[in-house]
């Protein structure tokens, strides 16, 4: 099915935006797991997967609206330390968030309603698991302190 141009570039573009977001979770779990916080690896692990379904969705949907998928991620922007490596990733999901509802309107100016729906389950997936998982974290780094913080992580 040929597809509205502008809604194949558009989904181009986020798509080299959740590959940009897997390979930063990617990292970020692997460094985790190399320091030890056994609970931060698994549950950024998670997030990698989540973003390389994400993409593959993505992909998918360019495919069939017969788009050539570009499968350069975004320049990502990794932590170095705990608290920036959640911040960095914070950061990362309101960019996401900001694209998807960016991309839900184009989609429904364009009458493209399966790519709407699309958009709008990884939206939600954005703001009610990855963001707000985040912005937890944080906000128990604040209150408790980073190393009784990451005591709790270590297993």
Sequence with gaps: ?????????????????????????FLHSRM?????????YERINHEMEEETQHA???LKRILFLEGTPDMTPEAMH???????????????????????????????QHGD???????????????EDHAYWLEQQLGMIDRIGLQNYLQTQAS
């Design 32 to 40: 985790y797991a190399d320091w030890g916080f056994t609970k931060l």
């Design 113 to 127: 309603y399966q790519t709407r729906e699309i958009l709008e389950l990884q939206l939600m997936d954005t703001e």
């Design 1 to 25: 099915m040929q597809g509205q141009p502008q809604v194949i570039e558009y989904l181009k573009e986020l798509l080299r935006g959740e590959l940009a977001a897997r390979d930063q979770y």
């Design 56 to 58: 593959d969705a993505l």
């Design 78 to 108: 990794p932590g170095q330390t705990v608290p920036e490596m959640l911040r960095a990733d914070l950061a990362l999901e309101y960019k996401v968030r900001e694209a998807l509802a960016k991309g839900i309107t184009l989609a429904e």
